[in-house]
């Protein structure tokens, strides 16, 4: 795959996570603005999830079956209506729409990307891999200083402006590219990737992976408020997402390698396992500068991991259905991030900052159940 064609990929996942890191940290402003309360802030995280979830399900086959560009163009469009909505939303169910377009854009489109990248260069998955995330890391680290610079001078619409116009672009660039894509002939016939679910070490691969969005979706959904709520500084709320996801950024590509050399469920179970204790320390700990030294730690740990979960759906799903599998794994993420998110935010309006501790429970669960039904490919490298 050319650096250029690459470039252009990562530009797409870096730009749809762009839109929800400047979402996320506007959570607090539509509180303030709109008279949202932080259940409805939880459900406007949960949308996009769950649309995600759908398009990952029922269109991501669709880029085995020789529509791989097409997907990447649909799901760009989708995100620029999606942006735009976001823009001059003023209510809540119209930012509902926008964060349910943009999830949708995101969920077409991601599992495609994924496919040519693999495909393209099967040696060096990992570190393209790696570099997948690191664009949608750094995307969304990104997100959060763009709203900082311009939503309070030019108004909250001015950084999803920004954001479809960069999309623009990337969809203009993009739709010169040529992919090869499957034949019809040797297409898959099943229209769905629930069937995969047989497959024992990609079940337990997807299980393991769940864990990863329950913590993404309760943190989310509870870090700005929970910010707020502790009379924490407005910059430390936004640079501290910047700094827990600064470390994936530039060390994803390594971890893809470090994935390749030591196997993708080991790099998953260890870093996981990690990111739970640490998710514990969030409702302890009172003082918001340490939670960003916290927050650090917990990104380098996530940076040399994150790419493990992928890895591992690469390695057990069958070579034809790499994008259904893909989706697969994104779509159910995605889902289960939208209900964490959802459920962290009506049981942080209860019990407050224990919401972290139950997110700590759940993912242990789910790292020992998916390692049980994965056990005879835990050592599986490539």
């Known amino acids: 795959m050319k650096s250029r064609h690459l470039f252009l990929l990562l530009c797409s ?4 996570a762009m839109s929800y890191g400047v979402m996320f940290t506007l959570l607090d402003d539509y509180r303030d603005a709109y008279s949202i309360s932080e259940s409805k802030l939880g459900f406007l995280v949960a949308a996009g999830f769950i649309t995600g979830f759908i398009a990952n399900v029922l269109i991501a086959p669709l880029a085995d079956r020789g ?15 999606g942006c735009l909505t ?3 939303g003023g209510s809540f169910p119209i930012l509902l729409l926008g964060r349910f377009l943009t999830g949708l854009g995101s969920g077409s489109s991601e599992p495609a990307i994924r496919r040519i990248i693999i495909l393209a260069n099967p040696d060096n998955m990992g570190r393209n891999l790696g570099l997948s995330v690191s664009a949608g890391v750094g995307g969304f680290a990104l997100g959060p200083v763009i709203s900082a610079v311009t939503a309070e001078a030019f108004g909250l619409a001015a950084p999803f402006l920004i954001i479809t116009a960069l999309l623009i672009i990337t969809f203009i660039g993009i739709s010169q590219l040529h992919v090869a894509e499957t034949a019809v002939e040797d297409a898959p016939t099943q229209r769905v990737a629930f069937d995969l679910l047989r497959i024992r ?3 337990g691969a997807i299980i393991i992976g769940l864990a990863l969005f329950v913590m993404i ?3 989310d959904a509870l870090w700005s408020v929970m910010m707020d709520d502790i009379a924490a500084p407005t910059w430390v709320a936004s640079v501290g997402i910047t700094i827990f996801a600064l470390p994936m950024l530039f060390l994803a590509p390594l971890g893809g390698r470090l994935t390749q050399q030591v196997g993708p469920f080991k790099a998953s179970i260890s870093g996981l396992s990690i990111a739970a204790l640490f998710m514990a320390t969030y409702g302890i700990i009172g003082s918001p500068y340490v939670m960003l030294g916290i927050g650090l730690a917990h990104g380098v740990v996530d940076g040399l991991t994150i790419t493990g979960g992928s890895a591992a759906i690469a390695l057990v799903a069958p070579r034809e259905r790499l994008a259904s599998a893909q989706g697969l794994y994104s779509g159910m993420q995605t889902l289960t991030g939208g209900l964490a998110a959802g459920t962290a935010g009506f049981a942080y309006e209860h019990i407050g900052r224990h919401t972290f501790w139950v997110c700590t429970i759940v993912m242990l669960v789910l790292i020992g159940s998916g390692a049980f039904l994965a ?3 835990l050592r599986i490298k490539g």
């Open 13 to 16: 996942s870096a730009l749809g």
């Open 67 to 81: 529509h791989a560009k097409k997907l990447v163009l649909f799901g760009i469009s989708v995100e620029i209506i």
């Open 86 to 88: 976001m823009a001059f």
């Open 217 to 219: 979706g309760t943190f």
């Open 201 to 203: 070490p990609l079940l």
């Open 375 to 377: 056990r005879g490919n």
